[in-house]
């Protein structure tokens, strides 16, 4: 179902598991926000009064291993991306997410387990329209031998991703999807992250990863699989990029009316691309939804963009 206003939660939902870096329990709820909100992170069980950050680009002060938020006292909440794009996905507007350590819990390595909960907890509309971020023209960024970019589509968000690694295990996969919730449900929510056995055997020699386990995460020697149950999709790995991906740009602070390319990308190049894009107040604008019409006759002329249901706003202010 597509919304023309803006949604948030029924009701709390909680999960508890434990950090993927930090190995040590972790819980997090998710609940309702008031219209315009987006998405709050709250961090609790702190010394003293619980601090809030507002998930968008200008909180993220980290993406070597994970998106990490905070404010100008440092670090809040690690590993923000999987929750994102489950909220982002599944079309939440806002949201309250409340978090007692300073990791959300991996739980499978993927996104089902937080759109399970969303499920749980129920979407509701709410009175204002909703509001989306529309890329007028194309932004660039290369980083290395990785390469990111928004272009426009007026119709909605899309996710063209590439991958190529030298494991020959994974090797070069891409996947392309256009994000509503059914596809996000069926197609890109279950894929878990991954890695080699090397890189979790150098992760744990840093003092990372201490969480990581089989039932949280896709490993890979030179030659095989390691997980027993095997994968979820055939092209697993990728499919995980495009879940983080999602979840990295719904720091943009809005829905995005766009297409998102990546070649050989992760969390520092996403975050790269959605800089690029909000530091350009000439490629892009906001707009907002128009309340759902009345069914076409036939032969009636459509209009407007996503469904005839988009309308001008006003010029970039986004916080």
Partial sequence: ????????????ATVTGVGVHSGRPASLTIGPADINAGFIFVRTGLDGADREVRA??????ATELATVLGDGDGALVSTAE????ALRGMGVDNAIIEADGPEVPIMDGSAAPFVAAIEQAGIREQSAP??????????QVAIGDSFGELR????????????????????R???????????????????????SMTDVTRLW????????????????????MLNTEGLRYTDECVRHKVLDAIGDLAL???????????????????HAVLTALLDDHKAWRVVEAEPARRPRAQGEAAGGMVGGMIAPAYGPDVS
């Fill in 56 to 61: 968008n680009a200008k909180s993220v002060i």
């Fill in 173 to 195: 996969q891409r996947f392309c999807c256009d994000l509503d919730p059914e596809t996000f449900r069926r197609d890109v929510c279950r894929a878990r992250t991954f890695g």
């Fill in 1 to 12: 179902m597509k919304f023309s206003r803006q949604t948030t939660l029924r009701s709390q």
């Fill in 252 to 270: 943009a602070g809005l829905p995005l009316l766009g297409t998102y390319r990546s070649v050989r990308g992760g969390h520092k190049l996403n």
């Fill in 152 to 171: 426009p589509n007026s119709r909605g968000f899309r996710t063209e991703i590439e991958i190529d690694f030298a494991n020959p295990m994974i090797g």
């Fill in 205 to 224: 020699s840093l003092g990372y990863a201490l969480g990581a386990s089989f039932e949280n995460s896709i490993v890979f020697d030179e030659t095989r």
């Fill in 82 to 85: 999987h929750v994102l794009a």
């Fill in 130 to 139: 909703r509001r989306y971020i529309q890329v007028l023209k194309p932004v």
